[in-house]
């Protein structure tokens, strides 16, 4: 028999018995020498070479307590009186303090004991591991599966030279990539004016700040000239081309994609676990709005959200001197700029939402200009500009509540029946819709001009597609009456001539491309679908020549996207072969019965209470029925070649050397205030 060494496990000592080089047991939560002396025992971090607690869930249970404790009377009294303050995020001057407006913040409690506690449990990179955040995983991949079954990927395979794992640098130096000098002047002011007010991310100070490091090399610090800053500057210059170019549109939007990809290498730099991390994702999240293909936006969204429940933005800051009205500002800037993404997103796709949808604890930031707020002080009377984000917000809450019960089986509110539920969403988005033109009525500042007609066109998009979301079949009413399916046909064309006109408008106005093709060929099989079921009764109200004027609405108005979008291309195709049966079988109808008189008394079916409730016809699974139900799950970007074309595909396209001219930036610029 072998002689056997006794191993003695090696125990880390407290602080006290390694300063006293003593054998220590390592008990928790105090060691056996701490606990006869009658001391606090405290563990010893070698790594920095501090105290340490040695069990953190007690410290923090302790720690609890001793907030509640303070919270008394008499606890408060000596708190004011002892002048002890903790200095807020937003004022700290710390030299470990991040690029961002205030310091790197873990937890949703202004209380430095918490945050440093959260910060050393918690690593400081959204990923895995450092070399591999989780962002790579949704950058040009991950795809979501269509009825055709799962789609195979190389976006994995790190064996693959063109995974995702294995990043190809870009091979342009920066400044070769970004505009001109003149044509970025052009873009940064579109971006402040038209698209920070719509999604604040970012105060426009530290916009300004990252564009003159890199244009005008006016750094007050020796490194502004960060990774960060020329992330950020490579984006905003990519959302503003794209939705600001007037000539050469796919040029533009390619020279776009470019800047995106060259400042996609940064994002083990800038994808940091902390509000600065997640202003770059967001920034990214904007600009795939306008470009599907560079990444998958359901998978995103929710990424940002998971981000958002660990910052704790979620929840309001205590009413504390130590939380400025800055800090807390730019806290509700974020979080519902992440809430409107996710939720814009999962109602596309009928799935549940990571934050909350009800009971929501964030108030709505401030709608005062940012030349108004500064880190020190807020002018409460500042211009007000950043209205669009509420409003827009507004109609995300009363378009998730309807996904929730009419998909998710959530119920309705308390002494409320089906009927008096839908009502009272119309009604709300009547109300929403009234607010949007008073307030334009009564708008006297002329440079808002343009930005509350927008909101109006908006309004009548958002509108019609609550009423076709309503009415249409669901997982709750998987058969509506002949009359729900009218209001919803009838509503959907409205919806894709809305969008129409919004992708046609001028120079300047944010021409997103995910939403409207995903509500437009909704919308289309919404109206295919009611056509069908809805023959007799189309056919009475209804000339041949306007039901044919509303087939083609929906394929100008995807021919408009998929300029900007190639994945609306495979929209289109589907639309185009889907209606040539539904279109047949129609005109089929109509030749079995020549003759036909419209009602004495026309009535708009735009009106819930405008038709009379006729049986619903017995449900026929037809082809486009099963689209009906499993197009909510496809992803367009993946249908055609374009949306999988590496960078290497566009290096040829070297950036113009004047983007005015090549792009015609400019146009309609100088009358969008007259309008």
């Known amino acids: 028999m072998q002689n056997r ?18 054998s220590c047991d390592g008990k928790v939560p105090a060691c056996t020498r701490c606990v006869d002396a009658g001391v606090q025992c405290v563990g010893f971090d070698s790594s920095t070479q501090r105290e340490a607690p040695r069990s953190i869930a007690d410290f923090l249970e302790a720690h609890i ?33 991040s690029s961002g407006p205030w310091r790197t913040e873990k937890c949703a409690f202004a209380d430095s004991l918490v945050n440093q506690v959260m910060e050393d449990i918690t690593p400081s990179f959204l990923g895995v591991c450092k070399a591999r955040p989780f962002l790579q995983c949704v950058v040009k991949g991950t795809r979501l599966p269509s009825k055709k079954g799962p789609v195979a990927s190389n976006d994995l395979d790190e064996n693959h030279p063109r995974s995702i794992l294995n990043p190809q640098q870009t ?16 873009l940064l002011q579109i971006y402040l004016d038209r698209v920070i007010t719509q999604y604040p991310i970012y105060h426009r100070n530290d916009v300004t700040t990252a564009f003159n490091s890199i244009y005008h090399r006016k750094a007050s610090t020796p490194d502004e000239d960060s990774f960060r800053n020329r992330y950020i500057v490579c984006i905003i210059m990519a959302i503003s081309l794209s939705t600001s170019a007037r000539n050469r549109v796919q040029k533009a939007n390619e020279t776009a994609y470019q800047l995106v990809r060259h400042a996609m290498q940064w994002i083990p730099e800038v994808a940091t676990n902390d509000i600065a991390g997640l202003q770059a994702i967001l920034l990214l999240t904007q600009y795939v709005f306008l470009n599907p293909i560079m990444a998958d936006l359901w998978l995103l969204t929710g990424l940002i959200s998971q981000a958002v429940i660990d910052l704790g933005l ?15 500002d730019m806290r509700r800037r974020i979080f519902w700029c992440a809430w409107e993404m996710e939720v814009g997103v999962c109602c596309i796709f009928r799935r549940p939402t990571s934050l909350s949808i009800r009971r929501i604890e964030v108030a709505f930031p401030l709608e005062i200009d940012d030349t108004a707020i500064t880190q020190s002080s807020m002018e409460p009377l500042g211009r007000v500009s950043k209205f669009t984000q509420r409003i827009i917000c507004r109609f ?10 009419l998909w ?8 409320c029946s089906m009927d008096q ?73 409205k919806v ?13 106005k944010i021409k997103y491309v995910f939403h409207p093709c995903h509500h437009v060929f909704n919308c289309a099989l919404v109206f295919l679908q009611g056509l069908q079921r809805c023959k007799q009764l189309v056919a009475q109200s209804y000339p041949w020549q306007q039901v044919e004027v509303w087939m083609h609405v929906f394929v100008k108005c995807l021919s408009s996207i998929s300029e900007r979008w190639a994945g609306a291309k495979g929209c289109l195709e589907e639309y185009e072969r889907l209606l040539l049966p539904v279109k047949k079988e129609y005109m089929d109808f109509l030749s079995q019965r020549p003759s036909f008189s419209p009602p004495t008394l026309h009535q708009t079916v735009s009106d819930p209470g405008s038709l009379y409730d006729y049986p619903a016809p017995a449900p026929v699974s037809t082809e486009v029925d099963d689209a009906y139900q499993f197009w909510t799950a496809f992803n367009p970007t993946t249908t055609t070649a374009d949306a999988t074309e590496s960078l290497d595909a566009f290096s040829y396209n070297l950036p113009p050397r004047d983007w005015n001219a090549e792009f015609s930036l400019n146009d309609g610029m100088d009358t969008m205030a007259d309008a």
Request: proline share 7%.
């Open 396 to 405: 995300r809450l009363i378009e998730a509540d309807i996904v929730s019960v």
């Open 314 to 328: 979620h929840q309001e800051l205590p009413n504390d001197s130590r939380v400025s009205p800055y800090q807390r």
């Open 421 to 493: 539920w839908m009502q009272r969403c119309i009604n709300a988005m009547a109300d929403w819709q009234r607010e949007i033109y008073a307030a334009t009525d009564a708008n006297k500042d002329r440079g808002l001009i343009p930005r509350w007609i927008e909101m109006c066109l908006y309004s009548d998009i958002a509108y019609p597609y609550i009423l076709t979301l309503l009415y249409r079949s669901s997982r709750r009413i998987p058969n509506p009456t002949t009359q729900q399916m009218m209001i919803a046909l009838v509503n959907a064309v």
């Open 5 to 22: 060494t006794k191993v003695r496990r090696r125990v880390l000592a407290c602080a006290r018995c390694r300063k006293r080089k003593l």
């Open 171 to 186: 091979k342009g130096l920066f400044y070769d990539l970004i505009p001109d000098e003149v044509g970025a002047n052009t």
């Open 65 to 97: 307590v001793q907030l509640q404790g303070l919270r008394s009377p008499s606890a408060l009294q000596s708190v004011g009186q002892s002048g002890a303050a903790i200095p807020s995020p937003a004022d700290s001057n710390e030299p470990e303090a």
């Open 496 to 508: 894709a001539d809305g969008y129409f006109r919004q992708s046609e408008a001028e120079a300047g």
């Open 408 to 415: 998710h089986g959530d119920p309705l509110p308390k002494d």
